[in-house]
């Protein structure tokens, strides 16, 4: 496939998800939205709801501490940067599926912004086998690119 190929499917897959027509199909229960606090596994919490990402995985990287901030927050590199991307903004969780445990897989937003899609953009996760095509799409473009995880390895 064509650097032009990829470049036109991942546009289109963009203007699906803005339009909402991609995000339909991702109806389950109420929308949860609060603050969230990111965890150390890559878990969120929000609104007394532990929530994973849904269709990714946030695999085990090297430690890193940010000591600009107080207290010192120290994490894996993955999950840091998913924290600060989430920032101090609202995040708007629509559930998928409910886990054995209580826990919920959902599609999560900041800023109107995928928030699975863009961890597998910048290469800090890899996608599930049922997570939606353009993650697939971004995760093969970041993997070329030796964005995130693809440019350094994993740990152990």
């Not at 150390?40 to 890193?64: E, F, N, Q």
Request: proline share 4%.
């Amino acid at each position: 496939m064509s650097r032009t190929s990829v470049i036109c499917i991942v546009a289109v897959m963009f203007f699906l998800l803005g339009s909402g027509l991609v995000r339909q199909s991702f109806a389950g229960d109420d929308e949860i939205a609060s603050y969230a606090i990111v965890q150390k596994d890559g878990a969120l919490r929000v609104s007394g709801h532990t929530i994973w990402l849904y269709g990714i995985y946030i695999p085990k990287t090297d430690r890193l501490c940010r000591t600009f901030i107080r207290p010192v927050k120290c994490m894996p590199r993955a999950v840091l940067q998913l924290d600060f991307k989430i920032g101090p903004n609202f995040v708007h969780c629509n559930p998928v599926t409910k886990n054995a445990d209580g826990s919920l897989n959902a599609v999560c937003l900041v800023k109107g912004e995928d928030l699975g899609a863009w961890m597998v953009k910048y290469g800090w996760a890899v996608t599930l086998p049922d997570a939606p095509y353009e993650y697939k799409v971004l995760e093969k473009i970041a993997r070329e690119r030796n964005r995130g995880i693809w440019g350094r390895a994993i740990d152990r």
